[in-house]
């Protein structure tokens, strides 16, 4: 890909969609985790296969669980899924 620059609207939410041909050129897919930070004032953006060791920020929990679960085999995802639905009932039994 060539160094040609592209301009992007950031939305209201702060958002900035990446174009397809820099996140083929980066290989990050959907689902994969990256890690902004800043460089000399510029926003940076790197795709990683592991969260920092140690960060239990509730951001880096959700994408290592998102992550975590797009490589998970169909018979680990029912398990887990069935897991979440016994604790979501037990806690409405609580509740009532």
């Given amino acids: 890909m060539d160094s040609k620059a592209i301009y992007k609207v950031v939305d209201d939410k702060g958002r900035v969609l990446i174009p397809k041909e820099l996140r083929c050129a980066a290989e990050i897919n959907h689902g ?3 890690k902004l930070g800043m460089d ?3 926003v940076t953006v790197q795709k990683v296969n592991l969260i920092e060791v140690g960060d239990q920020s ?5 994408a290592y669980v998102f992550s975590a679960v797009k490589t998970m085999e169909k018979q680990t995802l029912l ?4 897991k979440l639905i ?3 009932d037990e806690n409405t039994e ?3």
Avoid: C, E, T, Y
């Fill in 58 to 62: 509730p951001l880096a929990v959700d």
């Fill in 79 to 82: 398990s887990l899924a069935a």
């Fill in 32 to 34: 994969d985790i990256v």
């Fill in 86 to 88: 016994a604790l979501i």
């Fill in 94 to 96: 609580v509740k009532k």
């Fill in 40 to 42: 000399k004032g510029r």
